[in-house]
């Protein structure tokens, strides 16, 4: 299989959530390059400062977190021309109805609730980047 | 009554007039009479006098004609008190005796009845004559009719009874208005507070298991870090710290139904009841349990979720707690407007001391360490079934099994 590199942006407050990832990551010995902001704010300014490889890059979206929640995020980064198309996946434990219709009104390209066990957590990681690898980008 | 100086029988009548011979006094006596009647006809009063000793009462013309009588013969006494209103006559009696044994005059009001039957009113006046030892001979007196007199007070007491009544209902009319108003108010804040408070545990426990479950992963990451390394101490405690961490997730999963249960609604549908516990019984697939289910429990209009968390709890409490090859019974008895189901069990029943305590938040039975619960269920069941306008209840004994039964309506009432 051909292996393209994906560049993911994991926006997380949350340091064990994001510890989670990378165990999970691990397991599945998932090598893509995994960058880390800690809310909106810094998410923001590692996309414009061009820290993130614009090729082949996508967004995994925290939505509780503080100074700049995921969905103020989400509204400024399509505001954004250079960020307009950016795939973001939304992956929260929030399972309210509102969060997801407004994060589909901002075009996200998925949205998924943290399983609660790691094992299934480490399955929805793997899944999920089987996918995205697959995934023409432009 | 008033004490007047007493009237001496016999003196001289003064009539004002100088006579000079025996007509024109006579004429002129007429013409006083003439006088007199006339007076007391426009006056309505007529007089009388009684003559004690032979009981015999002279009236006036006027008299007879206010009693409704043709004027005639003298009166006895007990031929007047006869014509006193019934209800009056004691009182009249005794004002009199005791006008005649003081020696004094008396004024009273009281009734007559007329011979065709209607009442007047009398104002009396009454004053006794004695001779010269003081020894009572005569009682004389007026009466006045003053019947219009007393029904314009009447009518005026009563009016201004209607009047005060009126005004008084319209007081209390207006103080239930004021007091619905304050416990409308009173109901709508605590409506209010009572979905603020569910609104705050739904968030609180949500937010609570985001640190929660970092514990976890954090524990399980730890195990598998020194995997090699552990001691079975350290083992055992990451062990029941496992443990302690799922008890805490059903506690908070617990807190979001029960915050959940005052919230949503769904839109009420047709469920075979039937069917809904045969699944039920599916999920929660007991391993040694035997449940029979009444073959006809009833397809009802109902939100399916609560009914369906109601049977879990109860039947899943039945399993739990029933002990090994536990026998389930669940049944339907027709109640009027609601179905009655009962979950029986053939476990070790529940003593009468904790047929209400079970019913509360938080309450056990058990340790926790040995049958895993959280206190929730039966809370949780009350407050789905009396959301629905249901009663929910439990008969049983320490060791001989425990039914427990809840009301659930026939048709759901839309808006609950």
Redesign the interface.
């Known amino acids: 299989m051909d292996e393209k590199v994906l560049n993911i942006l994991l926006v997380e407050d949350?340091q064990?959530?994001v510890?989670?990832v990378r165990?999970a990551f691990e397991k599945n010995r998932i090598v893509n390059p995994l960058f880390i902001a800690g809310d909106g704010i810094e998410a923001l300014e590692i996309l414009r400062g061009g820290l993130v490889p614009a090729a082949r890059r996508i967004v995994l979206l925290d939505l509780?977190m503080p100074r700049m929640t995921g969905i103020e995020f989400l509204r400024e980064l399509r505001k954004d021309p250079m960020f307009m198309h950016t795939p973001v996946v939304v992956l929260t434990?929030?399972n309210d109805d509102r969060d997801k219709i407004e994060a589909y009104n901002l075009n996200v390209a998925g949205y998924l609730i943290?399983p609660?066990?790691?094992i299934d957590f480490v399955e929805l990681m793997a899944s999920l980047n089987k996918y995205w690898t697959l995934v023409e980008l432009p | 009554m008033t004490k007047n100086p007493r009237w001496r029988d016999g003196g001289t009548f003064p009539l004002g007039v100088v006579t000079t011979d025996a007509d024109a006094l006579v004429a002129e006596l007429r013409r006083r009479e003439q006088q007199l009647r006339e007076s007391q006809r426009i006056a309505h009063i007529g007089s009388w006098e009684w003559d004690l000793a032979s009981d015999r009462i002279e009236w006036s013309e006027e008299l007879f004609r206010i009693w409704g009588l043709d004027p005639g013969e003298p009166f006895s006494y007990a031929a007047y008190v006869d014509r006193l209103q019934p209800d009056d006559r004691e009182r009249m009696q005794k004002v009199i005796a005791q006008a005649i044994e003081t020696r004094s005059s008396y004024v009273v009001e009281h009734r007559i009845v007329l011979p065709e039957g209607t009442e007047r009113w009398i104002l009396g006046r009454g004053t006794v004559v004695c001779d010269e030892q003081g020894t009572a001979v005569k009682v004389r007196g007026t009466a006045q009719d003053i019947t219009d007199r007393r029904n314009a007070e009447e009518r005026a007491l009563a009016l201004f009874r209607e009047q005060y009544e009126r005004e008084r209902a319209e007081r209390e009319r207006e103080e239930l208005r004021g007091r619905a108003q304050e416990l409308a108010t009173l109901a709508a804040a605590l409506e209010r507070s009572n979905r603020e408070l569910d609104a705050f545990a739904y968030a609180a426990s949500?937010d609570l298991?985001?640190p929660l479950?970092?514990i976890?992963?954090?524990a399980?990451?730890i195990e598998e870090d020194l995997q090699d390394s552990l001691s079975d101490d350290t083992r055992e405690m990451l062990a029941l710290m496992r443990t302690r961490m799922h008890r805490m997730?059903s506690l908070i999963e617990g807190i979001l139904q029960y915050s959940r249960a005052g919230r949503a609604h769904e839109q009420p549908v047709s469920v075979d009841v039937c069917r809904l516990v045969r699944e039920t019984i599916d999920l929660l697939s007991p391993e040694s349990a035997i449940v029979s289910v009444q073959v006809d429990l009833p397809v009802i209009v109902a939100e399916p979720t609560p009914l369906r968390q109601v049977f879990q709890n109860l039947i899943g409490n039945a399993i739990k707690h029933g002990g090994d090859d536990v026998e389930i019974d669940i049944e339907a008895k027709d109640a009027g407007a609601f179905w009655e189901f009962s979950v029986t069990d053939s476990g070790p029943g529940i003593p009468a001391e904790f047929h209400e305590r079970i019913w509360g938040i938080f309450q056990t039975l058990e340790a926790r360490d040995r049958v895993e619960g959280t206190g929730i269920g039966l809370s949780l069941v009350k407050k789905l079934v009396e959301a629905q306008g249901g009663q929910v209840g439990v008969t049983s004994a320490a060791g001989s099994g425990a039914c427990f039964w809840f009301s659930w309506p026939k048709t759901a009432t839309s808006g609950v």
């Open positions: 949350d064990v959530d510890m989670n165990r509780n434990t929030s943290k609660v066990t790691f | 949500h298991r985001a479950r970092g976890a992963n954090l399980q990451w997730e």
